[in-house]
């Protein structure tokens, strides 16, 4: 408001001076002037004395100079412009990023362990190396370990992103945060409770986004030399001026000097600019969290795509059927489903959709880590993984299924396997023609999955992308981005906290979907509400024509600062002039910023698809 303020006085005094009421007038331009400068000035000085040179500090010292030589009104309007630019910058950074600590929400505030063979309940923080944690149905693990004792399945979507449950026993290695669904477990703890995959992963993306942070808008990269040139240039005209004329005539035109250099122009024009931008995305939902996130984002070159739920519709359903002589697919999907209705098994969920209406089985009983058994009219049922259950006369037909990417379960029926059925994520049908979009605008495209590379090399043949690189943990995940980012910027897109590293590492990270993890969402520049890639190609081609937008504004505040300069340095123009031409530019690039909020009609034509770039500002 304190900008809003300065503005509504310093408007004030202009109607007032107009009217010939010109002591009120001063009175309004000074309380403008305060209100204004109090915005940026203390910063610039707090930088000054850090030895930190920036736009701020050419500002205030311009104020200064312009009340100096007697022009309170110029002043005033030159606190009032920056102020508003500096008040759309800091309203954005200073959004909140508690989501992160989501992360650390996965792991359970206690934990049972076994002492002494009893099982006691302690807090996981306390958790150390080598203890054995008892892990019971419904029951998230605590940190990392590995099984030693039972069979089971586990929820990793939390963590890998991958929405079908992983099968583990006695010698497999368990993640921090990951569900327990169906059998008892005992797992050896391989890390301690605050040393874990999850709290790795939250430092992964706060040093990611510290880095990140650290990269300065395009205007403060240009201010970095403009500002201490600018000065040393205005002690040389006064100095150098007054050794060889009239010192009063020199330090003046030193003050213009610095009134003239000031990139006021500049300032104002980046942040109103990407405000239009994102106001006109807003059409398709459009969402971003600061101004450098919306500059680096037309200049992307490679995207880094994450499989489940981003190219895949994060939905698993059956995808094909296969069984033995005298049995129909019917037959056997309405078997699997009699059994499968029992179980909450993401899987069980996919075959009896497939299935709707199939009569209940009869003492059906889950074994853990084998699959469910019941009776279906006097015959023993049986449903369950490869591994625990042979495909007989059908494994040629299950291992091609494999191939093809899908999760396989086998049904017996009296022992005899009778069918198998192939369940699979599918891919979303727009990703192909996405993909090809992406290519035609010079975008490469890269699948990082923590997935098995057999699922995933099926899949991204599917979208039309040749660079797969599968099985990645969350830190391999951002170490990819890395390799990729080395002589490009690169975007990462996903959903899942597995993610949330490469999103933070990426030039720019796209989270997908407002149901994403929070972790994703925050860690992320970008985020979609949706999750229709098609939107994708459109935001890009949006972004570019915004930076170049940005890029027109900045030449156009550069070229007015050459011409100035000279014609200060000179007395061509005094202090007013300058101040004038500064206002009619500012008036120029406003103008020219605001074609950003033109969409075109690919917008309406896609607008339904729910992009989304966080925030409101810069």
């Known amino acids: 408001m304190i900008p809003v303020l300065s503005g509504v006085a310093f408007l004030t005094g202009l109607l007032l001076e107009w009217t010939g009421a010109e002591i009120p007038a001063l009175v309004l331009f000074w309380i403008g002037l305060l209100l204004g400068a109090s915005t940026f000035t203390p910063g610039a000085i707090r930088k000054l004395l850090t030895g930190k040179l920036g736009i701020g500090l050419l500002m205030t010292i311009s104020a200064v100079g312009a009340v100096i030589l007697g022009y309170v009104e110029e002043a005033a309007a030159l606190a009032f412009l920056y102020s508003i630019a500096e008040a759309l910058e800091d309203k954005a950074m200073d959004r909140a990023r508690g989501g992160l600590r989501a992360l650390l929400r996965l792991v359970p505030a206690t934990a049972t362990i076994r002492r002494d063979g009893d099982a006691v309940e302690i807090p996981a923080a306390d958790l150390a190396v080598g203890q054995t944690m008892l892990v019971r149905p419904g029951q998230r693990i605590a940190t990392d370990g590995v099984v030693r004792v039972g069979r089971s399945s586990l929820d990793t979507s939390a963590i890998t992103g991958e929405s079908i449950p992983v099968v583990v026993e006695p010698g497999v290695t368990v993640s921090a945060g990951a569900i327990n669904t169906v059998g008892a477990l005992e797992i050896e703890a391989t890390a301690a409770g605050t040393d874990n995959s999850l709290t790795t992963i939250v430092g992964l993306v706060e040093r990611a986004q510290a880095v990140k942070g650290d990269r300065a808008r395009l205007a403060d990269r240009i201010a970095r030399p403009l500002v201490p040139g600018v000065l040393i240039l205005a002690v040389l005209v006064a100095v150098v001026g007054s050794l060889l004329g009239d010192p009063g005539l020199w330090i003046t035109r030193a003050l213009v000097v610095l009134v003239a250099a000031s990139p006021c122009a500049m300032a104002i024009s980046v942040p109103l600019t990407v405000v239009a931008a994102i106001g006109s995305a807003s059409e398709f939902g459009v969402i971003i969290k600061s101004g450098a996130a919306f500059e680096r984002f037309g200049t992307i070159r490679h995207v880094a795509v994450d499989k489940t739920g981003t190219l895949t519709r994060n939905e698993p359903s059956v995808a094909a059927v296969v069984t033995a002589d005298g049995v129909t697919d019917q037959q056997a999907l309405a078997w699997a489903a009699a059994l499968e209705q029992h179980s909450t098994h993401p899987l069980a969920a996919a075959i009896t959709a497939a299935a709707p209406g199939a009569a209940a089985a009869e ?138 590293p490469a999103l933070a590492a990426a030039d720019i990270g796209i989270a997908m979907g407002a149901t994403g993890s929070d972790a994703a969402i925050e860690s992320a520049d970008v985020a979609f509400t949706g999750h229709d890639l098609r939107l994708l190609p459109r935001a890009f081609e949006h972004a570019r024509r915004g930076r170049r937008i940005i890029n027109q504004n900045i030449i156009l505040s550069l070229l007015i600062i050459v011409t100035l300069l000279p014609l200060a340095l000179f007395g061509v123009l005094g202090l007013a002039a300058v101040v004038l031409v500064h206002e009619v530019a500012e008036v120029v690039v406003i103008l020219n910023g605001l074609r950003a909020a033109r969409t075109g009609g690919a917008s309406r034509d896609l607008g339904h698809a729910g992009l989304t770039l966080r925030g409101g500002g810069m």
């Open 363 to 500: 003492g059906v009983a889950e074994r853990a880590g084998h699959g469910i058994v019941g009776r279906i009219d006097g015959a023993l049922v049986t449903v369950g993984s490869p591994r625990w259950l042979t495909a007989g006369t059908l494994g040629e037909r299950v291992e091609h299924l494999e191939k093809q990417g899908m999760t396989v379960v086998i049904v017996h029926r009296d022992g005899v396997p009778v069918a198998a059925i192939g369940v699979r994520d599918e891919l979303r049908p727009e990703v192909p023609d996405v993909v090809r979009a992406l290519a035609a605008q010079g975008i490469g495209v890269t699948m990082l999955t923590g997935d098995n590379a057999r699922t995933a090399r099926a899949l991204a043949a599917q979208a039309g992308i040749e660079d797969v690189r599968a099985e990645l943990r969350p830190e391999e995940k951002a170490v990819a981005i890395g390799e990729l980012g080395a002589n490009r910027a690169v975007a990462m897109i996903g959903d899942g906290i597995n993610d949330a």
